[in-house]
């Protein structure tokens, strides 16, 4: 006879758990969209994509374990913010490869696989039309791929596929915004398996997108996300180049129209819960800042330097300091709408 | 000799258009303007097997042959990516039923080869006797339909009578007449006992003195020989240009055999010879193969009396009966392409499997078994000859469009 | 007319017309799959059909029996029918083999119809492939019907008595475990002690990225612009034909990796070595250059992959279908085409 | 009239001691005993009887069951069995022929329909207008001392028919079929009548009761031996057996003229070539193996020569029903080629070994 | 090896032909006959042919390993008093996957295989009718053997009827149990317990404690000595924490 024990969480509401979390997340306009509750839910009921998360039929199908709560970083929310703990910072552009700036996620990824301290990396791809696409990455040589690197101003399930990563491997990375770090380390707290995950790369992150929204925004503008190569937000402007060398761009504010709601609310700009966090604010261009925040990130970037792939000089840590507040500043939480309300 | 041609324009009969001809209208037309004919071969024609054949003749000599394949286009590289590893070792024996163990041995090799398994000796030596079991089994299979393709019913019924033989082995040992599915990653499903392994042996002896009789009656008959010698010649630069494979590309003088190039399972430790021949025509083609089962014979039985005592099947994966889920439903091979050549009856099977690693199911299988790889150089045989050579020389490729659709 | 029609099948001479056509049931020769290899056992001597009065025998207009020997494709369903249709009456159709009956190993497949919706079957008999004996004992079966004029099952089931429960609620998980996010890694580097391997793969460097992946193996990866001119400089070197031409679908990075897989038969130094010439397309506009004038061998195999993937390869003469269907999906091996799922818990 | 017609028959009846004493009691019978007269009037005896329809009918139910015995004994197996199993199957044939007789025969669009339907059937006059020719002892249809070189001519027509046939069926198979009968009617009709004639030079005269008294000591096949064998190689090619089987070849071209028949059409065109292996053996068997002589018995009296003819022609065609089994097909230039060379050159020799013997002799 | 030439003479090729006409006639008059006249008589096929199925009701521990190995998906469970498994022989291969994956051996194999059915239903074939031998239609009278010698083949024929046989191998397997490996990583979906056909896992809530402390509500899930070692619960555990290990 063996017997473990679990832990039930607390109810907000009398329904099932999936009631609780659409009630206080889903419908509160609260939802940050990182799929932890698609990845977790062990009926794969709830469906993340393209939409607002959702299940389907959860009256009948929810089997009431509560997971998703457990793992939700926006169940009972308290904002990150600030720039956070760190060892080091460093502004950084990698030599092999090329990526959005300076291509360090690429290259912290690549260096800690051929170190061997994980075994594989999820990364986020994309198609033709900038769906986002979730790739496994194992060996540096599937890097050098451009649709691999690069930022998609897109959400993406990366979560679900960690899931499946975190079962079958013994050390994984990943690459994500600042909520599905969250999200993972919430994991991490209530499911001991989730501490394979040795490596989470944190994105400087203002706000995100659905790929439809941005995509039929864009077309709306006169421009087809097929022609493009690559999308960037530099100093408050969107911009997107092309395969043949044109750019265009738009001021950010342009957008607020479709940032989604659980974006309003973040106010974590800097990835604070990650073990490295990489952008490219803080840096001249063509370069990256990375912010150093574990011993194992510590490990990985010490190797670079040893082994010089990277060029390393001192970022601005002033101008991440300053985009975190900025990032406080407009996405105000508990927002002034709901203020009013109470 | 002068041709003189009637200056007539023949409109194209309407039936070729309700026969959904793959080819352009024009290419009808323009035949038929050229004073040429259009002649159907199949797929329901006792002279051909499931596929049809465009023929384009000038009076009795075909000037083009067009292939329609896919008739038994079954999808076994679609369905292969929705079934587990080992869920696929029935699958992949389908395409060629007599020579399933080959198919079957190519795919557990790709598999092997990415787990690193170590196969133990006697299960090498069972498979080798396996394989060799169904290259005999469908080199009479091909002799077969060769001999009722040019008219010889006795020619039929002698080779599938000792089949009967090549089944009955394959019963004893596997338990299955066709389909084994016997070769599993490791190993082999169960042990073969000796008592079967003494029937295989006499059962060669059997097979060698009724083949005696085969070869007096077809083998050697003279009018078998008029109909294959200087039939479909390829010489050995057009073989190698068609990528022509196996016994067909042996025929054509180029020693080439998987089994000695990249040798596998036991056949290194055996001693056998590489069947080959100059002329390349019909006749020298079905001649190879006629030696190969020869040779066949004989690696059984040094495989037989030289069996190695040991383990069925590899240590890492254990005893199977009853615990075959276990063992192989969880199959997970590490990301990358694998591929393997193996020596089918009919030539060079190549097996690729592309995994990404996580699933338990093939990211991407790929088979191009060997009756797809000569099907060029079959239709590069056919033009020049006469219309009736054209089963000919389709029985000298043995030509088997299950195993070249897939 | 039709009262002679009528005496005729159901008069007096009805006994003799059932009589004769039960020991002359011959089966048409209409070859449709593998299970052909039975039918030619049950029919050569080792069974020999023959006795019992069933000859394998010519075309459609002379027999009165179609032996569906497993699968009917798509393209074959047409031919199943016509070959039906030409059949004088009485006609009577046996399918053998699970491929002809409800798929088989196949039933999932995209390219398979079952011949019992296209024409009027008899008898079904189970088995991949049936026995020879099974297939005598369709005939038989056949002749019975004939004889009684009722179909029978040549196997009758005793059942046992058991109670039929309620359904759980939870079914268990399917086994299989497709991965949400693969990695497709054609070209991985492998350590091993080969030195004609490392030689050529000095050797092609200048071409592309060239790694040794197993023994005997070379990936080698171009841009698709330099794909030809790798391919006639592999030529040069002795490689003379393709074994296999590959496309493999990166739906997540947006791509087809096309592969070549060249070796040699001419060079005897070369003859085991394969080369894996592969370069990546974009998924939107699926073009590569064709090889098939370099290497003839490639042709067939070009196509085929058109087919199934849609890839076009600009170069090769053949357009449209060649082993699909008109009536087929479009690129069915492609990652979007989905196939029917497997299910574990029947009624 | 009727008186007449009677007595015509009654002078000129078969005798067979026999049946003598049921014959004369039908005879007292009004009505029965004209039919019996008719029956049993040489011409129409001969013609309907004996050698005539009814023993071709029963030939074709025996030389196809015992073909395929033979091919199946030859082949490891059995061959037709279950139907009757006590007589090992003897009435397969009987079986195959009522299930084709009592099946649908279709005539299809682009058929000529009123020859496709006609020609099988019209075909059984070139058949059965030779047979009226060839004698068997004093029971004989028409006597003619020109019968040899009638039935020789009577022969030729057959091809026609078959290659009118082909073309009735508008199919291109079939237009394949009918020029390959063609090619193969012309390359073995002229050794074939060379060997005739050969044999007509050895004994003088066409007129089979002169061959068959020549034969009284040595038979003809060992007067030339060489006509002999063109004889049977010709005799092979012309009823279409294997090797030569090139017109119907049913894996190459699916029976040739006769791939769109179907039914009791198809049962009557697939005979066709048995029954010209019968009247040609027939023609055989009076130029090469003494014709109708042999063991006589005085009960059966008049029946003995016809009886010794049929069974002297089922044993030659028995003999040959063999070479099914053997041989695969030869392509259509090798068959033409080797008629036109070796066929002919060894019909030569036979006419001019006929000429010498018959000059001996 | 070289395949030797054929020579061209006419005088080969007149030897040859009688080569040809020597063999026919020698089969014509002794034949070397090896028809089995399969209604009449029975072939004795080897135990390991691979038939008709048969399932041992009281050894079926309902783990749906014969299902899920199923290449062609012939097997689907049916409910009665558990799940069983009924087989689809418009579907089946034959290929007895799921009599090697069967670890009680409940599923046995039988040499009946000779079957022909009038319909497509009538294939599909319940658990309740699987648990007997079908009484199949036999005309034999007499059962065949190939006798295989070096000296050559023939046939034994025996005046005695072959019965069809069910063999029942019983695989070599120690008894297994469910445990689970890493607690800390359980969702408590408990999945499980619901999906175990045994009822042989059970919950119950209790209240947690960490150092001491009530940190809240929560369950215990118990593995108990029911458990036969389906496995089923470790294949449906989202997490795979769950394992079978033997147990003495």
Redesign the interface.
């Known amino acids: 006879m063996q017997e473990w024990q679990f832990l039930v969480p607390d109810k907000k509401h009398k329904k099932k758990f999936f009631g609780n979390l659409k009630a206080e997340v889903i419908d509160a306009k609260l939802c940050c969209h990182c799929a932890a509750c698609a990845a977790i839910c062990p009926v794969d009921g709830i469906v993340s994509g393209d939409q607002p998360i959702d299940f389907p039929n959860w009256v009948k199908e929810c089997v009431d374990c509560g997971a998703c709560i457990k793992v939700c970083p926006r169940w009972e929310y308290k904002p990150l913010k600030g720039i956070g703990n760190y060892i080091e910072a460093i502004s950084a552009k990698s030599k092999r490869f090329k990526g959005q700036d300076g291509a360090m996620v690429t290259e912290i990824t690549a260096t800690a696989l051929e170190m061997g301290l994980i075994e594989k990396a999820i990364f986020v791809s994309r198609d033709e039309e900038w769906r986002t696409k979730i790739v496994t990455i194992r060996s540096p040589v599937q890097l050098y791929d451009r649709k691999v690197t690069g930022t998609k101003y897109s959400y993406a399930d990366v979560l679900p596929a960690l899931k499946d990563a975190v079962i079958e491997s013994k050390a994984v990375a990943f690459v994500g915004t600042p909520c599905m770090i969250s999200a993972v380390r919430k994991m991490q707290k209530s499911f001991k398996k989730f501490e394979r995950v040795k490596l989470a790369i944190g994105l400087f992150c203002t706000e995100n997108f659905y790929h439809h929204q941005l995509s039929e925004f864009l077309a709306k503008k006169g421009v087809d996300l097929r022609l493009a190569t690559k999308t960037d937000i530099k100093k408050g402007k969107f911009i997107v180049r092309f395969v043949d060398g044109g750019r265009v761009s738009f001021p950010v504010k342009e957008f607020e129209e479709i940032i989604p709601s659980g974006c309003k609310v973040c106010q974590d700009f800097a990835a604070v819960e990650s073990d490295v966090s990489v952008g490219s604010v803080g840096s001249e261009s063509g370069f990256s800042t990375v912010i150093v925040r574990s011993e194992i990130a510590k490990k990985v970037i010490d190797q670079i330097r040893e082994k010089g792939t990277a060029e390393i000089k001192e970022p601005d840590i002033q101008a991440v300091q300053k985009l975190c507040e900025y990032k406080v500043k407009i996405h105000p939480y508990p927002s002034k709408e709901k203020e009013k309300t109470q | 000799m002068k041709e003189f041609h009637l200056d007539i324009p023949v409109e194209p009969p309407k039936e070729l258009e309700s026969l959904f001809l793959p080819i352009p209208r024009e290419y009808v037309e323009d035949t038929y303007r050229k004073d040429e004919f259009l002649v159907l071969v199949g797929p329901q024609h006792p002279g051909s097997g499931h596929m049809r054949l465009i023929v384009r003749v000038k009076g009795d000599i075909i000037q083009e042959v067009i292939p329609d394949p896919g008739y038994v286009h079954r999808c076994v590289e679609k369905i292969a990516e929705n079934r587990l590893y080992i869920q696929n070792i029935p699958l992949v024996e389908r395409p060629s039923i007599m020579d399933s163990a080959n198919f079957n041995l190519g795919y557990v090799r790709a598999i092997e080869a990415a787990m690193d398994i170590e196969v133990p000796e006697r299960a090498k030596f069972i498979r080798t006797i396996l394989a060799e079991l169904c290259r005999i089994g469908t080199h009479l299979y091909d002799a077969a339909i060769l001999a009722v393709f040019i008219g010889h019913t006795t020619g039929f019924m002698y080779p599938f009578g000792i089949r009967e033989l090549i089944c009955e082995s394959l019963v004893r040992m596997t338990g299955a007449r066709f389909t084994s599915s016997f070769i599993v990653p490791g190993g082999v499903r169960r042990d073969v006992d000796e008592k079967t392994l003494r029937w295989v042996y006499d059962a060669t002896f059997a097979i060698e003195k009724r083949l005696k009789s085969f070869e007096r009656i077809f083998i050697k008959n003279p009018t078998v020989i008029a109909r294959l010698r200087d039939v479909g010649v390829l010489s050995k630069e057009e073989a190698i240009k068609f990528g022509v494979v196996g016994p067909f590309l042996r025929a054509s003088g180029v020693e080439y055999d998987t089994r000695v190039v990249e040798p596998y399972e036991a056949y290194e430790e055996l001693t056998w010879d590489i069947v080959t021949a100059d002329e390349g025509d019909g006749y020298a083609r079905f001649m190879v193969r006629v030696n190969e089962v020869s040779q066949s014979l004989s690696i059984i039985r040094q495989c037989i009396t030289s069996m190695p005592d040991g383990s069925y099947i590899s240590e890492q994966i254990g005893e199977v009966r009853g615990n075959f889920f276990d063992k192989f439903a969880d199959i997970v091979l590490p990301a990358g392409e694998y591929t393997t050549l193996t020596e089918a009856a009919r030539g060079t099977l190549l097996f690729t499997i592309v995994s990404d690693g996580e699933s338990n199911v093939p990211y991407r299988m790929r088979i191009v078994s060997p009756g797809w790889l000569y099907l060029r150089g079959f239709m590069e045989a056919l033009k020049g000859e006469r219309l009736a050579d054209l089963q000919a020389i389709y029985g000298s490729f043995g030509y088997f469009p299950p195993e070249a659709d897939r | 007319m039709e009262e002679f029609t009528k005496f005729v099948r159901g008069g007096i001479l009805g006994p003799i017309k059932k009589w004769g056509t039960k020991w002359s049931l011959w089966p048409v020769h209409l070859v449709t799959a593998c299970c052909g290899a039975e039918l030619a056992h049950a029919f050569a001597c080792g069974y020999d059909g023959e006795r019992i009065g069933a000859l394998n025998y010519g075309i459609a207009r002379q027999t009165n029996l179609i032996i569906v020997e497993g699968a009917i494709t798509r393209k074959m369903a047409r031919v199943l029918r016509i070959t039906w249709e030409q059949m004088p009456d009485p006609k009577f159709v046996i399918v053998m083999g699970a491929c002809g009956l409800n798929g088989g190993i196949f039933w999932n497949g995209y390219n398979l119809v079952k011949p019992s919706e296209v024409v009027p079957v008899e008898f079904f008999i189970p088995g991949c492939p049936p026995t020879p004996e099974a297939l005598l004992r369709g005939i038989r079966q056949l002749q019975i019907k004939l004889d009684k004029g009722v179909a029978e099952n040549s196997v009758s089931f005793s059942e046992v008595k058991a109670e039929k429960g309620k359904k759980p609620r939870i079914l268990p998980r399917g086994v299989k475990k497709v991965s949400l996010a693969p990695c497709i890694v054609i070209a991985r580097e492998k350590e091993v002690e080969w030195e004609l391997g490392k030689n050529l793969c000095e050797k092609l460097k200048v071409l592309g990225r060239a790694v040794i992946t197993a023994r005997n193996r070379i990936a080698l990866k171009v841009d698709p612009d330099k794909l030809r001119s790798s391919a006639m400089k592999l030529r040069d070197l002795g490689f003379d034909h393709v074994k296999s031409v590959n496309v493999v679908d990166a739906p997540n990075e947006g791509k087809f990796i096309v592969e070549y897989w060249i070796s040699s038969y001419s060079v005897k130094e070369l003859m085991p070595v394969l080369i894996n010439l592969h370069s990546e397309i974009s998924r939107r506009e699926p073009k590569i250059s064709s090889l098939s004038d370099i290497f003839p061998s490639a042709d067939y195999l070009e196509r085929e992959m058109q087919d199934l993937f849609g890839v076009e390869f600009v170069g090769n003469p053949w357009k449209g279908r060649f082993l699909l269907a008109p009536d087929a999906p479009e690129a069915p091996l492609r990652k979007d085409f989905k196939l029917q799922e497997e299910v574990y818990v029947g009624d | 009239m009727i008186s007449t017609l009677f007595e015509i028959f009654k002078s000129n009846m078969v005798q067979i001691p026999l049946i003598q004493p049921i014959i004369d009691y039908l005879m007292q019978i009004p009505l029965i005993n004209f039919i019996v007269a008719l029956i049993l009037w040489r011409p129409f005896f001969a013609v309907v009887i004996i050698p005539g329809l009814t023993v071709l009918l029963l030939y074709l139910l025996y030389i196809v069951w015992f073909e395929r015995k033979l091919t199946a004994r030859v082949q490891w197996r059995v061959g037709p069995l279950e139907v009757a199993r006590p007589i090992r199957g003897a009435i397969q044939a009987l079986a195959d022929g009522l299930r084709y007789f009592f099946q649908e025969a279709i005539v299809h669009k682009e058929a000529h329909r009123p020859y496709f339907v006609q020609l099988p059937i019209l075909a059984f006059i070139p058949i059965l207008l030779p047979i009226a020719f060839i004698p068997a002892g004093n029971v004989v249809g028409i006597k003619s001392p020109y019968a040899v070189q009638l039935v020789v001519a009577f022969l030729a027509l057959i091809p026609i028919t078959i290659i009118a046939i082909g073309w009735a069926s508008n199919n291109r198979f079939a237009f394949i079929g009918s020029v390959r009968e063609a090619l193969i009617y012309v390359s073995y009709e002229i050794p074939f009548i060379i060997a005739v004639s050969s044999m007509i030079y050895l004994y003088g005269s066409g007129d089979p009761y002169v061959a068959v008294e020549k034969q009284s000591i040595v038979p003809g096949a060992i007067m030339n031996p060489i006509a002999f064998l063109v004889f049977i190689i010709a005799m092979l090619m012309a009823t279409s057996r294997l090797p030569f089987e090139i017109p119907e070849a049913d894996q190459e071209i699916a029976f040739g003229p006769f791939v769109e028949y179907s039914g009791m059409l198809f049962g009557l065109v697939m005979v066709l070539a048995y029954e010209k292996l019968y009247v040609m053996a027939l023609l055989f068997v009076i130029l090469f193996l003494g014709g109708w002589s042999g063991f006589y018995c005085e009960l059966l009296g008049d029946l003995n020569a016809p009886l010794w003819l049929f069974i002297k022609t089922i044993i030659v065609i028995s003999i040959l029903a063999i070479v099914r089994s053997m041989y695969a097909r030869y392509r259509i230039d090798q068959a033409v080629r080797y008629s036109f060379s070796w066929l002919i050159a060894l019909s030569i020799v036979a006419l001019v070994i006929g000429i010498a013997v018959g000059w001996i002799v | 090896?070289?395949?030797?030439?054929?020579s061209r003479s006419p005088l080969e090729?007149l030897k040859?032909?009688v080569?040809?006409?020597?063999?026919?006639?020698k089969?014509?008059v002794i034949?070397?006959?090896?028809?089995?006249?399969?209604?009449?008589e029975?072939?004795k096929?080897?135990e390991?042919?691979?038939g008709?199925i048969v399932l041992d009701?009281s050894r079926c521990i309902s783990c749906?390993?014969c299902?899920?190995?199923?290449?062609?998906?012939?097997?689907?469970?049916?409910?009665?008093?558990?799940?069983?498994p009924?087989i689809?022989?418009?579907?089946?291969?034959?290929?007895?996957?799921c009599v090697?994956?069967?670890?009680?051996?409940a599923l046995a194999?039988s040499t009946?295989?000779?079957?022909?059915?009038?319909?497509?239903e009538?294939?599909?074939?319940?658990?309740?009718?699987m648990?007997?031998l079908?009484?199949?239609?036999r005309?034999d009278v007499q059962s065949v053997e190939?006798d295989?010698?070096?000296?050559?083949?023939r046939l034994i024929r025996k005046m005695e009827l072959e019965d069809i046989k069910v063999v029942r191998?019983?695989?070599?397997?120690k008894p297994r149990r469910a445990?689970?490996l890493?607690?800390?990583?359980?969702?408590?979906?408990?999945?499980c317990m619901?999906?175990c056909p045994h009822e042989a896992i059970v919950m119950e809530r209790?209240e947690?404690t960490l150092e001491g402390q009530i940190?809240?509500?929560?369950?215990?899930?118990?593995?108990?000595?029911k458990c036969v070692g389906c496995?089923?619960c470790v294949?449906?555990c989202?997490?795979?924490?769950l394992s079978?290990k033997e147990v003495e």
Request: glycine fraction near 6%.
């Open positions: 090896m070289k395949v030797e030439k054929i090729e040859r032909h080569g040809v006409i020597q063999e026919a006639f089969q014509a034949p070397d006959r090896v028809t089995i006249e399969y209604p009449r029975r072939r096929y080897p390991n042919l691979r008709f009701k749906f390993r299902a899920q190995i199923c290449p062609a998906n012939a097997i689907q469970m049916s409910y009665f008093e558990n799940f069983y009924g689809d022989y418009t579907k089946c291969i034959f290929c007895h996957f090697e994956s069967c670890p009680t051996g194999s009946l295989h000779d079957m022909a059915f009038k319909s497509l009538d294939m599909k074939v319940k658990p309740n009718q648990m007997r079908p009484a199949a239609i005309e190939y295989v010698t070096k000296k050559g083949w191998i019983l695989p070599k397997l445990f689970c890493e607690p800390e990583s359980c969702l408590g979906c408990r999945q619901e999906v209790c947690i940190v809240g509500k929560g369950c215990v899930l118990k593995i108990t000595e496995g089923l294949r449906q989202p997490m795979k924490i079978l």
